[in-house]
């Protein structure tokens, strides 16, 4: 009789239950809440470099792309623009990577009516923070790209 009195308080018990269902949860909500900071990095990454091809074609498209006054320094600024936000191409970055430059910025003005600039980005991958196991050599390719409409008379700059 003792012993079924001890079985039914021992079943009755719940010291310890609730450590017991946060070790259980804890690695999970980890988890998630590591991939939603991933997703929103990759989300301000993403809207960074459309905002810099953006303010790139905007410059370019009311510069000239031919002719001789200065072309190739037109295009060089605008994609200082879309790496710098300046023309000079000084200070930080407006994306904090070592592994985005200039290089990475294709200007491609089209023919036809209406004539059109687009800017965009190539050979750019976003790598995430929480690399880990067999996910340390994932990257993800990001290349947005704007496409505006090229002003032939060009202002006097």
Known sequence: MRMVK????????????AMA????????????LGAAAEIGRFM???????KATRSS????????????NGPAANLSEAKNIAVYGNTAGTG???????????????ISPTSGTPQTVTVSITG?????IFSFGPLQSLS???????TMRYLINTPIE
């Open 140 to 146: 993800v390719p990001i290349s947005p790209s704007t």
């Open 44 to 50: 301000y990454c993403y809207n960074t470099l459309a």
């Open 21 to 32: 269902e946060a070790a259980i949860v804890l690695p999970l909500l980890v988890l998630l």
């Open 124 to 128: 750019y991958s976003f790598a995430p």
């Open 57 to 68: 074609a905007r410059y370019i498209c009311t510069r000239e792309l031919d002719g001789s």
């Open 92 to 106: 930080a970055k407006v994306l904090n990577d070592p592994n985005f430059t200039t290089a990475n910025i294709t």
């Open 6 to 17: 001890f079985i039914k308080d021992f079943c009755r018990r719940t010291n310890g239950a």
